[in-house]
């Protein structure tokens, strides 16, 4: 700092130096000015008696005598008497002031014309002029008047008057021009004395005038420039960038303006220079006056001082401006390296805070990802330092006047570069230790669940048998064989390896991976030790027998629901993190098992349920944790006025819109689920019941995900926010706020995994057709939040889309159009050019809208939806099958006057929405028909309601159905008519549906079904002779779902959308099915295949009961032949 203060003193002393001459040089211009003006002698201008000179009783012709003396000339000037006595002293003593000092020291000559005059005149002249003349006088020559008695009378008065005309210098009375030339050379007298001087008074008053003014700037210029330069000299540099800027900017513009001037002065004394030698140019003969040539020469010294004066000026600027722009760098690079600096401390104190090694290996790849992202954010402030660096050394290198203040500066930023590049590369050097590390735990843990699943998955019955046993031991051993690159091999070797990362958790997480593989390591030698004894002798044949469900002993508690109120578990009672939630007694339960289980396969399962429902309460309790900290650490600051001042405008009063409903969500975990789910504890198979207990509970995340987007889109503009910066360093969190906002998400799709585990341990349990329905229900939430999504996204639907009922699907098709009454060539090009469209399906109705892609990120990323068109359900009819295509259906509507050919992605797809659509059709015809029955109770009292399935269909029954089965191959004749009372009396709330009307004629001509005909029942069991619900009858159905055959040999492997005839019933819930698609024949459990069949229908045609308002009709030939379309007729609204 010492050097820093010297060097700038020695840079002011420099400045100070160079003020100093150019002082001097403007000082010597100011004084030159006066001189060549003699202005130090006589101050007067031609400006300030411009009025008198105009007169011109007196002129300076610029002749000259013999001996070089300026010529005055009085002309005959008439009131010459009456001219006042101070014009007369100020012209001519400006006229003496103008020759310079040379030719005025020899003095001058008078030339007095009195040619016109008279003797009296004359006389008063000569003596008026005498006594007021202030130079020196040479010589006077007086041209007498030339009339002959006023020249008699000036003789004769002169000689006798001779005393009173001595002056210093003689009088010469002369008669006439020529004496007068005599005297004076005929070429420095003007013509009007017989000369040939040319002189014009008015342009030698211009040049007087133009040559004084133009001086009089010069010297205003230099001392402006003095007294600017002395206002530079003395301004102290600030200390900041915006003051320093500002003082340069200032200066730069008051140097500019004199510029201006100089320039301005400049050009003022070449234009009087070019006016001067005006004559030269039109004559380049002639010659100049010497009183022009002393202009000349006047203005030319000026123009030389002026030239001196900016080259000093110059001079002193430039050095000035050296020294502002100097400080002005170093201004900047101090502000720039104090924000440097800061960023860099900031980052590396977060860099500080990767102290984690993770707790798994998704968590430390989550960790790497973080850390990658950090260093990338990172690296503008690193590259930003280094290039402030390289810039101050640049400074340096241009003999910067503040070295000593910039080299400190430089060095310590290249040395926090290097030490935060270091520290990254140490902090990635061990998150992939650590990934290492835990990649071999979860290597090990998955050895030993697989081993374990092994063991539990070998079934008692084959391992009775010598074959079985040697089978058995052989995957035993392969198993074991793939031990030596998945399990740990020695552990101090792992403890030696990875020193560097093992905290005390860590440490403990290895050592019970470690136990938990020594003790499947024994139980795999335990059950090679029995299954040797079985292989090496067998005394007496065993009959294998498998066990029945029914076989396992039921869970002591059937209802654990009930125990809700007891205290014996705490929410410490088990380990916080998620991954190190392995008991020390674990493997102790093994031996101990579930009081009634009796083999190790039993065992074996138990233990697996116990770590899915461990799994299942740990992070549970973590997910209540995480949301009471989010709502505490951030929602709860957003209101305290403590924190008010760091929340940007864009997030005033936006709380409800970035959190959601997740103060709701948290309450139900918190106060309700998770201790719920902590009375399971001890029975994990029977967690399906809590599930369902709760199902309509979970209904609060759609809402959440619905305003997810809007959340994201909030924080996205607000992430910067110092706000969220501050809560995340209170809460020690490593993870940003945007994290924890997509926990609820998270949580809501991680249930259906662990029932999915837990079901998979449980098939043979109390509790299994529980978990199967838990199961089905969370998907079916999922499924409904991902549709709501969908659906917040249409536009342009004028209606309220909640009127239109549930959303039963939603997906993408292309769409082929033919309208009968549409021109033809629009029908011919509708079939080839399909239409790209977003079908949601409703109960009440299908909407088609167009998707289109938006650009943005996250949320903004997902499509919207344009509304097109939609179909009211009541007057739709589907066919199942388009010929040419096993993708194809087609949704016909109004009588097939509108029919939408629709191209699924896949058969599946289409097999699910054809499925779908036949439930939605259906319940509307069983709607109608409980409708059309209670009416007819209600007007006839004497036709009793259907009483039961089983009473036989009346000839008027028969009847109709043999018309029914007739029409079948006429998909286009397979309409449904209902009367007017059936028609919503209402129309305002099916507003933007396509409507349809129709009556009782219009069912006759087209060979309807007549008032009197009744509506079908809606199921083919009630026509079977009353099956009651969840019952098979024999017939042909349509499969919704896969199934495997895992039964035995003789079991059957069908697939959705094959037609399967159930042949018989038998023993033990077998039913024996005939696969019509395939040909093959085989069992399927009957509880699998009310699964696998669903609300498919069978192929016999529907009965009808008797109605008295109208008709309505459903044919379902899904099944009837494999040429056969299958059509739904529409209930018309």
């Not at 650490?633 to 305290?640: I, R, T």
């Not at 709380?655 to 409903?661: A, M, P, T």
């Not at 959705?1056 to 039913?1071: M, P, T, Y």
Request: hydrophobic fraction near 35%.
């Amino acid at each position: 700092m010492i050097l820093f203060y010297r060097r700038m003193r020695f840079w002011l002393r420099n400045e100070e130096m160079a003020l100093e001459q150019m002082v001097q040089r403007l000082n010597a211009v100011s004084q030159d000015t006066d001189e060549i003006m003699h202005q130090d002698i006589t101050p007067l201008c031609a400006a300030d008696i411009e009025d008198q000179l105009k007169k011109q009783f007196a002129y300076l012709s610029g002749g000259r005598g013999q001996d070089g003396c300026p010529v005055i000339t009085f002309p005959d000037y008439p009131a010459f008497s009456e001219i006042p006595e101070k014009e007369f002293q100020n012209v001519l003593t400006y006229l003496t002031s103008i020759p310079s000092l040379q030719d005025t020291g020899i003095g001058f000559i008078l030339v007095i014309d009195r040619r016109q005059d008279k003797w009296t005149s004359v006389k008063a002249s000569v003596l008026r002029i005498a006594a007021s003349f202030p130079g020196n006088l040479q010589l006077v020559l007086v041209l007498r008047p030339t009339g002959f008695l006023q020249r008699t009378l000036s003789d004769i008065a002169f000689k006798f008057n001779r005393d009173e005309f001595k002056m210093k210098v003689p009088i010469i009375m002369l008669s006439s021009v020529p004496e007068l030339q005599s005297y004076i050379d005929k070429t420095q007298l003007t013509e009007d004395l017989g000369g040939t001087l040319d002189y014009c008074h008015s342009r030698w008053l211009s040049h007087r005038t133009a040559i004084e003014s133009f001086a009089l700037m010069v010297k205003q210029t230099a001392q402006m420039l003095q007294s600017f330069g002395t206002e530079l000299a003395e301004t102290e540099l600030p200390n900041d960038v915006q003051s320093t800027s500002s003082i340069l900017s200032a200066h730069t513009e008051k140097k500019g303006q004199m510029k201006e001037d100089m320039m301005l002065a400049l050009k003022e004394g070449h234009t009087i220079l070019e006016s001067i030698r005006e004559p030269l140019a039109k004559n380049p003969e002639s010659n100049l006056n010497q009183d022009q040539l002393d202009n000349q020469t006047t203005v030319q010294r000026l123009l030389d001082q002026l030239g001196e004066t900016e080259a000093a000026f110059d001079e002193f600027w430039a050095k000035h401006q050296q020294k502002l722009e100097q400080c002005l760098q170093l201004r900047n690079f101090e502000q720039n390296f104090r924000e440097v600096k800061a960023i860099l401390d900031v980052v590396s104190e977060r860099l500080s805070a990767f102290t984690d090694v993770g707790n798994s290996y998704a968590h430390v790849e989550h960790m790497l990802k973080d850390l990658a992202s950090f260093e990338e954010k990172s690296k503008e402030a690193v590259e930003k330092a280094r290039a402030l660096s390289l810039e101050g050394n640049q400074l340096i290198q241009s003999k910067h006047y503040a070295v000593d203040s910039i080299l400190p500066k430089c060095n310590e930023l290249q040395h926090l570069c290097d030490e935060f590049t270091t520290e990254m590369g140490r902090r990635r050097n061990l998150l992939h230790q650590s990934l290492e590390l835990h990649g071999l735990l979860e290597k090990s843990m998955k050895w030993c669940d697989d081993g374990i699943y092994l063991l539990a998955s070998q079934p008692v019955d084959k391992c009775q048998s010598q074959d079985g046993a040697e089978s058995a031991l052989q995957e035993i051993e392969k198993f074991l064989d793939t031990g030596a690159k998945n399990k740990i091999q020695e552990l101090n070797k792992v403890y030696k390896e990875y020193e560097s990362i093992l905290n005390p958790d860590l440490k403990e997480h290895v050592q019970k991976v470690f136990q938990k593989q020594e003790s499947m390591e024994e139980m795999f030698q335990k059950r090679q030790v029995s299954l040797k004894k079985l292989a090496a002798k067998q005394t007496r044949p065993v009959q294998p027998v498998a066990p029945r469900p029914e076989a396992f002993t039921k869970s002591p508690c059937p209802s654990p629901g009930l125990r809700r109120g007891s205290e014996n578990l705490s929410e410490g009672s088990v380990p916080r993190r998620g991954n190190y939630r392995r008991a020390k007694s674990e493997m102790s339960d093994i031996q101990q098992g579930r009081s009634g289980s009796t083999t190790d396969d039993e065992e074996n399962l138990a233990i697996l349920r116990r770590h899915v429902m461990n799994e299942l309460i740990e992070t549970e309790r973590a997910y209540v944790e995480e949301l009471l900290c989010v709502l505490e650490g951030y929602a709860a600051e957003m209101d305290n006025p403590l924190m008010m001042h760091l929340i940007s405008p864009a997030l005033q009063n936006k709380k409800d819109v970035l959190f959601g409903n997740m103060e709701e969500i948290y309450h139900f975990h918190n106060r309700i689920f998770l201790r719920e789910l902590e009375n399971y504890i001890d029975y994990p198979e029977l967690v399906g019941r809590c599930f369902l207990e709760r199902m309509e509970d979970f209904q609060i995340y759609e809402k959440y995900c619905q305003n997810k987007p809007r959340s994201e889109s909030l924080w996205r503009q607000c992430s910067d926010c110092v706000f969220f910066q501050e809560c995340q360093k209170k809460l020690d969190h490593k993870l940003s706020l945007d994290s924890y906002l997509l926990k609820p998400v998270q949580r809501i799709t991680k249930y259906q995994l662990l029932l999915k585990e837990m079901l998979k341990y449980s098939k043979n349990c109390e509790g299994a057709e529980d978990l199967q329905e838990a199961l089905t229900s969370i998907l079916g939430i999922l499924k409904a939040v991902n549709d709501s999504m969908h659906l917040i996204a249409i536009t342009g639907y004028d209606g309220n889309l909640n009127e239109l009922g549930k959303l039963l699907m939603q997906g993408s098709f292309s769409v082929w159009t033919d309208h009968k009454k549409g021109h033809a060539k629009v029908k011919d090009l509708a079939r080839f050019k399909p239409m790209q469209r977003h079908l949601f399906l409703h109960e009440k109705a299908v909407l088609f809208c167009k998707k289109r892609e938006e650009n943005g990120e996250g949320y903004e990323k997902a499509p919207s939806y344009s509304y097109k068109q939609s179909l009211n359900m009541t007057a739709v009819g589907i066919t199942e099958n388009v010929k040419g295509d096993v993708k194809k259906f087609e949704i016909w509507y109004n009588a097939r006057e509108e029919v939408y050919i629709i191209q699924a992605p896949t058969p599946e797809i289409k097999a699910t929405w054809v499925n779908e659509i036949r439930k939605v059709l259906t319940s509307q015809l069983q709607a109608c028909r409980e409708a059309s029955q209670h009416r007819a109770l209600e007007q006839t009292q004497s036709l009793p309601l259907p009483t039961s399935s089983n009473t036989s269909p009346s000839k008027n029954q028969t009847k109709n159905v043999k018309k029914l089965e007739e029409r079948k191959t006429d998909p286009a004749s397979l309409e449904g008519y209902v009367s007017s009372a059936s028609v919503p009396k209402n129309p305002d709330k099916n507003k933007g549906w396509t409507k349809t009307s129709s009556s009782l004629d219009a069912a006759e001509d087209n060979d309807g079904w007549s008032s009197t005909e009744e509506p079908l029942n809606s199921s083919d069991a009630e026509e079977e002779g009353g099956a009651g619900p969840g019952k098979l009858v024999p017939g042909k159905y349509t499969v919704v779902a896969d199934h495997d055959e895992k039964g035995g040999p003789e079991a059957l492997a069908v697939k959705s959308g094959d037609i399967v005839e159930l042949l018989h019933e038998g023993e033990e819930g077998l039913w024996f099915v005939k696969n019509m698609t395939t040909s093959k024949e085989g069992w399927v459990p009957a509880s699998n295949l009310l699964a696998l069949i669903g609300n498919s229908k069978s192929a016999q045609s529907l009965s009808s009961s008797e109605s008295g308002t109208g008709s309505t009709f459903l044919s379902s030939s899904s099944s009837c032949s494999e040429s056969c379309n299958a059509t739904f007729s529409d209930i018309k609204g």
